[in-house]
């Protein structure tokens, strides 16, 4: 079973440049996130998707980031324009509604020039 | 959700048992206690998860005390492959936090 697709794994931007991040999740999980890892710290929730609807977009930068899940499969985080700090990790996890354990990508790692 | 302490760091040797106990004094009834792994250039993996007592799956045991205010990861006759980050999460109705996690070190 093919795990977690993200793309692309590295991307080096200058600042005030856009930026895209692709995730394709597991076959059948409704429940899709994104997450934020700095280097030495865990993963801070971006967003989480429920099928199509962000129920929880709590702790998503709005002036810079936007994240889409049109069809309810894949989905899209954009940050627009770039900063310095938001250099890191970009991981995309899915799960099956309603079930606790979580199946990560590899992450984008993103270096903002 | 109830917030979670781990030690920074720990060291071991490959072969022996290595025991990670994570406090959560504010766990709340309804909440699971999980551990995920992660290595390096990798996202986190799910190691395992337990409400109370014992729990034991092919890679480790998770033990949990009656008041549930604390839980230990042991991970069996480590190797130098186990070298990864643990981290100790509270879930519930699909919301985790990450803390900073252990970074466990496997020397030979």
């Known amino acids: 079973e093919a795990g977690v697709v993200q793309s692309p794994r590295y991307k080096i931007i200058e600042k005030k440049q856009p930026v895209a991040f692709w995730c394709n999740p597991i076959?059948?999980?409704?429940?899709l996130y994104w997450y934020l890892q700095n280097l030495g710290q865990g993963p801070e929730l971006l967003i989480r998707y429920e099928n199509e609807e962000a129920v929880d977009d709590s702790q998503l930068p709005k002036d810079r980031f936007s994240a889409e899940r049109l069809k309810g499969v894949d989905s899209t985080l954009k940050i627009q324009p770039a900063e310095l700090g938001d250099s890191a990790v970009y991981l995309c996890a899915s799960s099956l509604e309603g079930e606790e354990t979580q199946y990560f990508g590899p992450g984008t790692r993103l270096l903002v020039l | 959700l109830a917030k979670t302490t781990q030690p920074i760091s720990m060291d071991s040797y490959e072969g022996q048992e290595v025991n990670i106990t994570c406090s959560h004094n504010?766990?709340?009834?309804?909440?699971?206690i999980t551990w995920y792994q992660q290595f390096p250039s990798q996202g986190p993996r799910f190691i395992i998860q337990?409400?109370?007592t014992k729990v034991t799956n092919e890679v480790a045991s998770l033990f949990i005390p009656a008041d549930r205010k604390s839980s230990t990861l042991s991970l069996p006759r480590v190797s130098l492959s186990d070298t990864a980050v643990y981290y100790c999460?509270?879930?519930?109705?699909?919301?985790?936090?990450f803390g900073k996690g252990t970074r466990l070190h496997i020397l030979p």
């Open positions: 999460l509270v879930a519930r109705n699909d919301k985790i936090i």
């Open positions: 076959s059948g999980h409704n429940t």
């Open positions: 337990g409400y109370k």
């Open positions: 504010n766990i709340a009834t309804n909440d699971y």
